[in-house]
């Protein structure tokens, strides 16, 4: 098993606070799905594989989607506000118009600065992934 601060869902399950990342794994499935559709607006972005990524556990790791380019260490911070979002949005329906509006501003702004590195990023690190 990789460490929590490189497993993709055991580092999101920590920032999300109040799960143990490696015994609570109880929304695991919800978490996954949340983390898959935000790894697919960033592939749409030029990040990661140019066929797409996806995890289905704890095994894939931050270096298995980004590699050591650390220029793209906002992409875990992007990935954990938009699974906050979605994960906080499914228990609190009242207050989903407001997590929303909040999620929009960072996201955007990290989409903006993520999607600058992009294409340089696809060129260089994926080049044999094609």
């Known amino acids: 098993m990789p460490e929590v ?3 993709i869902l055991l580092s999101i399950k920590q920032m999300l606070g109040g799960l143990d ?3 609570d794994s109880s929304f695991d499935t919800d978490i996954i799905i949340f983390i898959n ?3 697919a607006t960033l592939t749409q972005l030029g990040i990661g594989p140019n066929d797409g990524f ?3 556990n ?3 790791t931050w270096q298995d989607f980004i590699g050591d380019d650390k220029r793209l260490n906002m992409v875990k911070t ?3 506000l938009d699974v906050r979002c979605a994960f906080q949005g499914r228990f609190d329906q009242g207050g989903h118009q407001e997590a929303e ?3 929009q501003r960072p996201l955007g702004e990290d989409q903006g600065a993520v999607g600058r590195h992009g294409p340089s990023f696809r060129q260089t690190h994926h080049q044999g992934h094609d």
């Open 5 to 7: 601060k490189d497993s």
């Open 21 to 23: 990342p490696t015994y």
């Open 37 to 39: 559709s935000s790894l």
């Open 54 to 56: 996806e995890i289905s």
């Open 58 to 60: 704890d095994q894939a």
């Open 78 to 80: 992007f990935v954990y």
């Open 101 to 103: 509006e909040g999620r």
